[in-house]
T-cell receptor
Framework: NAGVMQNPRHLVRRRGQEARLRCSPMKGHSHVYWYRQLPEEGLKFMVYLQKENIIDESGMPKERFSAEFPKEGPSILRIQQVVRGDSAAYFC?????????????FGQGTRLTVV | GESVGLHLPTLSVQEGDNSIINCAYSNSASDYFIWYKQESGKGPQFIIDIRSNMDKRQGQRVTVLLNKTVKHLSLQIAATQPGDSAVYFCAETGGGGADGLTFGKGTHLIIQP
């Protein structure tokens, strides 16, 4: 049973370009969470999705950021018109239900560098 | 060795010693707490969790203590090994806020040979 798979592991984008980060949850998991981690800091919650639905996006910036988790395929975190401040590690976690009840498993992250 | 996770980012202990990593949380309504270990360049790895109806839980070489009165969480690692070197984060949820986990800033545990 493969773990949470994120790709790419490293992504370099120039300012103004778009970044697409992909997350395939563990088999059987229908809950996906995205987090952002700046250097030397803890993870910050961004968005929580279930299949085809955004449940909670309270941690996601209102502009330029969007997330989806289609019926088929991985969850996508999309950042439009990237700026240097978007440089961070983005982690995806999945669980079989909400995190209050079950353990969430994390992927290895995508390290985004904006140049 | 002992540290307050949010105020002392680095804890150095001798191999074989016990270590205690502390964490203070702010949301008194949180009811589920987790300790994660994060090695350099990797994602957080679940260590142990505890629910608010408990004050202690033990795993293999690790113990989590929860003091809801002072909103304090600690992780005890017995007989530390070189592989324990990592950053340790406490996380909480269930307080009625965002559905995701709220992470502390982390403590970097260094195991000295």
């Amino acid at each position: 049973n493969a773990g949470v798979m994120q790709n790419p592991r490293h992504l370099v984008r120039r300012r103004g370009q778009e970044a697409r980060l992909r997350c395939s949850p563990m088999k059987g998991h229908s809950h996906v969470y995205w987090y952002r981690q700046l250097p030397e800091e803890g993870l910050k919650f961004m968005v929580y999705l279930q299949k085809e639905n955004i449940i909670d996006e309270s941690g996601m910036p209102k502009e330029r950021f969007s997330a989806e988790f289609p019926k088929e395929g991985p969850s996508i975190l999309r950042i439009q018109q990237v700026v240097r401040g978007d440089s961070a590690a983005y982690f995806c976690a999945s669980s079989s239900s909400g995190t209050e009840n079950t353990e969430a498993f994390f992927g290895q992250g995508t390290r985004l560098t904006v140049v | 060795g002992e540290s307050v996770g949010l105020h002392l980012p680095t804890l150095s202990v001798q191999e074989g010693d016990n270590s205690i990593i502390n964490c203070a949380y702010s949301n008194s309504a949180s009811d589920y707490f987790i300790w994660y270990k994060q090695e350099s360049g990797k994602g957080p790895q679940f260590i142990i969790d505890i629910r608010s109806n408990m004050d202690k839980r033990q795993g293999q070489r690790v113990t989590v203590l929860l003091n809801k009165t002072v909103k304090h969480l600690s992780l005890q690692i017995a007989a530390t090994q070189p592989g324990d070197s990592a950053v340790y984060f406490c996380a909480e949820t269930g307080g009625g806020g965002a559905d995701g986990l709220t992470f502390g800033k982390g403590t970097h545990l260094i195991i000295q040979p």
